[in-house]
């Protein structure tokens, strides 16, 4: 089967009735261009969108993977791996103490695997972790002075793998991209809310 054929209308106003060849047509702009594709070009262009669709997940899983791995590599000289920058970061970006509750929803990790990290990284001296006065059951982690000497590290190398993953996207790009994967973030705590 041929691949997709758009034809550009001759200049002035656009007129799908211009015989056969635009009948069933559909308007489609590419680079700011308005192009006419005929129903053969649809079903190509369905299985595009198709294509792009079943990749979608695959493609952000391989794009976090990749740059959590970069920024592994930067902190390997700080004896830092992930499981233990990761929450440093979300510590310290933070507003004020999290509760580790609240640490591990934002890890997107269950409770007994924050306690385990969190065991790790106060035997570490960089993390303490401190009873609410409120409720004693609940505890609060804040970074020890050496925990935030380090997030002083951690950030430098986050910001270095940032800037160099970012290179050749506009700040519209970077916009579009950040607001779909809200998006798809939203939809996929939905999808968990829902699930018994």
């Excluded at 015989?19 to 070009?41: E, F, H, K, N, Q």
Aim: charged share 25%; with cysteine; hydrophobic share 40%.
């Amino acid at each position: 089967m041929p691949g997709p054929e758009y034809w550009r209308p001759s200049s002035g106003p656009l007129d799908v009735r211009l015989g056969s060849r635009a009948t069933g047509g559909m308007l489609v702009l590419i680079d700011d261009v308005p192009y006419i594709c005929t129903p053969t070009d649809r079903r190509a262009m369905d299985r595009r969108q198709q294509q792009l669709r079943d990749g979608f997940g695959g493609l952000i899983a391989r794009a976090a993977r990749q740059w959590r791995r970069a920024v592994d590599r930067r902190l390997q000289p700080f004896g830092l791996t992930e499981a233990t920058w990761l929450p440093l970061i979300h510590l310290a970006r933070a507003p004020g103490p999290l509760r580790q509750k609240d640490l591990a929803a934002s890890l997107v990790l269950d409770g007994s695997s924050v306690v385990r990290l969190l065991d790790a990284l106060e035997v570490s001296g960089l993390i303490e972790r401190r009873g609410e006065s409120t409720d004693r059951r609940a505890k609060t982690i804040t970074l020890t002075s050496r925990g935030l000497s380090i997030i002083d590290q951690v950030e430098a190398a986050s910001r270095e793998v940032r800037n160099a993953t970012l290179i050749g996207l506009s700040t519209e790009q970077i916009g579009i991209a950040t607001e779909a994967l809200e998006l798809v973030c939203r939809n996929l705590a939905m999808i968990q809310e829902s699930d018994p």
